[in-house]
């Protein structure tokens, strides 16, 4: 992936700084992060914080949930897109990653103005935005 979509996709999501994180909603495969104006759905493995030596865990199940949940009213104060494709967010002084996926999307950012970055298969970015 080049590290123009990186940067581009960093820039892109640095608008949560400074929200806090409002809803943590569950699906069957996914966990949604919702922010007044913005949303992340992470489906790939999530890990708290980012590098440790714990597990890596599925975001929508009892897991995943036990390390989103205590992140509610938490203000975000950084967010970011490696090269690699990887999402990290910091969220009350708790920094959560969640890396790409080999076969499958990972995440997805929906923003307050329409911007919308997906990690698709492999962590390669696909970037929308209603601005040119």
Do not use: K, N
């Not at 913005?38 to 897991?63: F, N």
């Not at 897109?81 to 499958?104: A, F, H, K, M, Q």
């Amino acid at each position: 992936m080049a590290s123009a979509d990186a940067a581009r996709a960093t820039t892109l999501i640095q608008v949560l700084v400074g929200r806090s994180l409002d809803q943590v909603c569950v699906g069957v495969a996914d966990a949604q992060l919702g922010f007044t104006g913005a949303t992340v759905s992470l489906w790939s493995l999530i890990r708290v914080p980012p590098g440790s030596e714990t597990a890596a865990v599925r975001p929508h199940t009892l897991d995943g949930l036990t390390l989103l949940v205590p992140l509610l009213d938490g203000s975000v104060a950084a967010a970011g897109v490696s090269d690699s494709g990887e999402l990290t967010l910091t969220i009350g002084g708790t920094t959560v990653s969640c890396g790409s996926d080999p076969d499958y999307e990972a995440w997805s950012f929906s923003g307050p103005d329409g911007e919308t970055v997906v990690c698709t298969p492999g962590g390669s970015l696909t970037i929308w935005s209603a601005r040119p």
